[in-house]
């Protein structure tokens, strides 16, 4: 029966994997069997066992349109690129805390129904701006909860016939009090549900799920992720990935070691980049609200504000409607149809925390903000530099914010990426495993441990040092408005105040002014 269920479940893993587990399942169970087979008839069937399993995975392997090739030293997965197929496929992977707006993560606590109100809403809009891109779009809704069959066919009726839909309910996991929990066996250590830790679950779906689709679009429930965002993550990514196929291996440029010979900068922040720093960069996006009340707002003063200049040309071309504007089904006082550019904000970083790069001439990403997360610790070949919004003296001297610092670092809600992009950062870039089982050297638990939720879905875990993939995410500033994306809970305005805020079109026009900054850098350089 193990090794029945074990078969059946290979197409539903990573392969190479799967195949090792089959193996090692076996094996394990014919060397805990061996000595209570009592007939001789029973022990010459092992032999037949094993062949079998190695005829099963031999037709797996075979059969699958992926295979495996050596690059640098790593496994990489081969596919077809996603602009060569008809349709792409996606996984869109939703998860769900709350079903009421009763308890904790900044819930409004009136016992407003939050499944009919927020969640699908933002799900169904989502799902239809996908379809309507030409994307073959199936979700999965983790739940934090168990709901009525009532509740599930709400959800159903939100979406497309064609719209694949499963249930992962009572998904929060059990594990130890990781904050008392020691290996000396502390009697105040505990088993019980690690509700933070169900933000990791969908990692479990994509690894389920990894062969069947294109794209992976992981996100919390109260996000609205449309088709413009997709699209553009996915020309992005072609981007990268073309300067990838020219890109040489080697050296950054100027680079120079820290102190403590682990760390290393570069000033340098133009030209050709190596392989190395291409591996690390992802499209980013940028958390953002829709300003409820001009009259709260009052002044621009209102809100956080910064010493750099605004140019005013760059600020009105800011584009509302990719991120925030919706369908009349979907608005409500709460979410208007269709707001303007000054009343789109933000909360997760600021023009000082900020860096831009200009992208090799060769592509047509041109100028990009640098958002923060990663550091310069790691493979010298690696490490990426940009002109910092204060490079011109904006701040009076204060010092960049840390690169981890939680008030700048730009908690996304979620992440996306391809088969290709996954498989690269789970067997090459990230320290220990993107997806499960997670590696003992750099998990506790297998994950279950202090690990937040924005570490898990907020995207932290692809883009910090400590245990994690740092990555480098960009956001183009002639696709800037496709970086935002809704939070159309709306709730953060209230909880956190204005004075935390900025807006997002004064974002805009202090990066073009950085951007003229660097540019006359470059030409003193030259």
């Not at 349709?87 to 939703?94: H, R």
């Not at 996100?219 to 020219?246: A, C, Q």
């Not at 720093?277 to 953002?288: C, M, S, V």
């Not at 409607?321 to 919706?326: F, R």
């Amino acid at each position: 029966l193990k090794l029945r269920s074990t078969i059946n479940h290979c197409h539903q893993s990573l392969v190479l994997e799967t195949i090792g587990y089959n193996y090692q399942l076996l094996l394990d169970a014919m060397c805990r069997t061996w000595p209570s087979l009592s007939t001789s008839r029973s022990r010459r069937e092992w032999p037949f066992a094993l062949m079998f399993l190695f005829l099963v995975n031999f037709f797996f392997l075979c059969s699958t349109h992926l295979h495996w090739s050596e690059d640098r030293g790593g496994r990489r997965l081969q596919s077809e690129s996603i602009f060569e197929k008809e349709s792409t496929s996606i996984l869109y992977t939703v998860t769900s805390l709350a079903e009421y707006n009763t308890k904790g993560r900044s819930t409004i606590r009136d016992n407003s129904d939050r499944l009919q109100q927020t969640i699908i809403p933002a799900l169904a809009e989502g799902v239809k701006s996908m379809l309507s891109f030409g994307y073959r779009v199936d979700v999965v809704f983790i739940a934090g909860y168990n709901l009525l069959p009532q509740r599930k066919q709400l959800i159903r009726d939100s979406l497309p016939d064609q719209v694949k839909l499963e249930f992962w309910e009572d998904a929060i996991p059990l594990g130890y009090d990781a904050g008392s929990f020691t290996e000396g066996g502390d009697t105040k250590s505990r088993v019980g549900d690690r509700t933070v830790s169900l933000a990791r679950q969908h990692r479990f779906v994509v690894k389920d799920k990894f062969l069947e689709y294109d794209l992976f679009v992981n996100f919390e429930d109260d996000m609205l992720i449309k088709g413009d965002h997709v699209m553009h993550y996915l020309e992005v990514s072609e981007e990268i990935e073309e300067l990838k196929r020219s890109a040489v291996d080697g050296d950054v440029p100027e680079l120079k070691p820290g102190t403590d010979k682990k760390r290393f900068y570069t000033g340098r922040f133009h030209g050709n980049l190596t392989k190395g720093q291409l591996n690390r960069i992802i499209p980013g996006f940028i958390r953002a609200e829709v300003l409820l009340s001009e009259d709260n707002a009052g002044s621009s003063n209102s809100f956080r504000s910064f010493p750099v200049p605004i140019d005013n040309e760059s600020k009105s071309k800011l584009d509302p409607s990719p991120c925030c504007h919706v369908s009349k089904e979907f608005a409500s006082k709460a979410r208007p149809a269709a707001p303007s550019s000054s009343q789109i904000i933000f909360w997760e970083t600021s023009i000082m925390a900020l860096g831009i790069r200009q992208m090799p001439l060769s592509s047509d990403l041109g100028w990009v903000a640098m958002l923060r997360g990663p550091k310069s610790v790691g493979e010298p070949n690696t490490m990426l530099g940009d002109y910092w919004s204060g490079a011109d003296g904006y701040f009076s001297g204060n010092r960049r914010p840390a690169a981890d610092s939680r008030n700048f670092i730009n908690n996304q809600g979620g992440w996306m990426g391809t088969r290709q992009q996954i498989w690269t950062w789970h067997t090459e870039v990230c320290q220990g495993s993107f997806l499960p089982p997670f590696d003992v050297g750099h998990f506790r638990f297998d994950g279950l441990d202090l690990r937040d939720v924005e570490w898990w879905s907020g995207g932290l875990h692809l883009v910090t040092l400590r245990h994690a993939c740092n990555m480098q995410r960009i956001v183009t500033l002639e696709g800037f408005d496709r970086h935002l994306i809704y939070h159309t809970a709306n709730n953060k305005q209230s909880s956190k105040g204005l004075n935390h805020f900025s807006r997002a079109s004064d974002l805009l026009g202090q990066l073009r002014t950085v951007q003229k900054n660097a540019e006359r850098s470059i030409q003193g350089q030259d």
